[in-house]
């Protein structure tokens, strides 16, 4: 069989890998409760500023019983782990497999493993109540303008998006509102729906306030019906 044309063998049984993904995640995560979910680099080190607040965010959250979920690697993604692994909360790490960089950190208590990204995202939505985007590269800003756009679409619900470091995100900022706001590309008030603030005590309030007002409601319904 050459492989031009093995793909026709093929793609109907990975129809069956990405359905075992989705179920193995949605039963797991279905349990995990009202949750919050911090992006960032994989990168950072532990004795960068944005490290210790990542911890300090997921620690917050954590005391107050929201659990916390990650991508499950290094960087950011490990700090918010720990911090809430330290704090006895869950800790979730939505872990993908890559050939570079990422490898599962040992702090998640509830690990889910991934191969298609696809699936990972929408665990990534489906289960949270708030975005918390700190400092990252082109897998923060990725994840940041599909949770933005599906919230802008109103393809789910207003939740909190919260950009953590204003010296990392007041340049981009500035640029959608004198790029995409001044020339119409986005709607007025669309830049509303992002708060950025450089506390991480405010963070947790952003998320708590939230999850006192609407409660937790099943956030992707609508994208599935």
């Known amino acids: 069989m050459s492989d031009q044309t093995s793909y026709v063998h093929e793609d109907p049984w990975r129809i069956f890998r990405i359905m075992a993904e989705f179920v193995d995640s949605f039963q797991t995560m279905s349990q995990v409760g009202p949750a919050a979910t911090i992006f960032g680099s994989a990168r950072t080190k532990p004795e960068d500023h944005y490290y210790q607040a990542a911890m300090a965010i997921a620690k917050g959250l954590a005391h107050q019983n929201i659990a916390v979920v990650t991508g499950g690697g290094p960087g950011i ?65 990725d994840e940041f303008f599909e949770v933005l756009t599906l919230v802008q679409t109103q393809r789910i619900p207003q939740f909190p998006l919260v950009l953590f470091g204003t010296d990392h995100w007041r340049g981009l900022l500035l640029w959608m509102k004198s790029r995409l706001d001044k020339n119409h590309f986005i709607s007025p008030g669309d830049l509303d729906l992002v708060q950025m603030t450089d506390d991480p005590e405010e963070v947790v309030k952003i998320i708590m306030d939230y999850e006192r007002r609407v409660g937790t409601p099943g956030n992707l319904s609508k994208a599935f019906s």
């Not at 208590?109 to 298609?116: G, M, R, S, V």
């Open 77 to 141: 993604m490990e700090a918010a782990n720990k911090g809430a692994a330290q704090a006895g909360g869950k800790s979730v790490g939505l872990n993908i497999e890559l050939p570079h960089e990422q490898t599962g950190n040992r702090f998640s208590n509830i690990p889910i493993h991934f191969h298609y990204f696809f699936a990972r995202k929408v665990c990534f939505v489906k289960y949270s109540l708030g975005f918390i985007f700190m400092p990252g590269g082109f897998g923060t800003l």
